[in-house]
């Protein structure tokens, strides 16, 4: 008998095999044993991915495929999304800094701020709802300090449109905004 390191080998003429998984074995046939659990279990794995076959399992329409989309739909909540970057930008003061509004693309999300200026002054989040325009000033309204990163967090809902101020003249060093999923937070 040939020793491998494999737990499954194949039997044909001349090979002899005294045992499987460390349980003798009689002079019965298994081969076509080990090819009926193959085909059972391709069969059933087709099932699994929403192929009925001709005598469905899976009844319940929860197949694999199903548990994959659901795992890929997780794992896409706990990826932000980039909704707007702006580096090394001349901004004016007490107008809006990016071309146009960034909306959430989730029902209620939060979004994500990263900010630093090179000229200390008030940063402020610009919140459109129903054609109703509030500032929200961030860091508590306290100027924020001179090439500092800052970063604030946001929450929006589905209507709300937002654009950000700051109350001086600058350079706008960098402006990041990522939407998260607020149930992920």
């Not at 003798?24 to 391709?42: E, M, Q």
Request: neutral net charge.
């Amino acid at each position: 008998m040939r020793k491998t390191p494999l737990a499954w080998q194949p039997v044909g003429p001349g090979m002899n095999m005294s045992s499987w998984g460390g349980t003798s074995l009689t002079g019965r046939d298994i081969s076509g044993d080990t090819r009926a659990l193959v085909d059972d279990a391709i069969k059933g794995l087709m099932r699994s991915i929403g192929d009925a076959g001709a005598s469905p399992v899976n009844t319940t329409g929860y197949t694999m495929l199903k548990y994959l989309n659901e795992i890929q739909d997780r794992v896409n909540r706990l990826t932000p999304n980039e909704k707007a970057t702006v580096h090394n930008t001349a901004i004016t003061a007490a107008t809006n800094i990016l071309a146009s509004d960034i909306s959430p693309s989730y029902l209620a999300a939060i979004f994500r701020i990263f900010v630093a200026v090179d000229t200390a002054g008030v940063f402020s989040a610009r919140i459109t709802n129903g054609g109703v325009t509030v500032g929200v000033n961030m860091n508590g309204g306290a100027a924020l300090t001179a090439n500092a990163g800052y970063i604030f967090d946001i929450l929006v809902h589905s209507g709300d449109s937002v654009n950000f101020q700051h109350s001086a003249n600058a350079t706008l060093l960098v402006l990041r905004v990522e939407e998260c999923r607020a149930s992920t937070q």
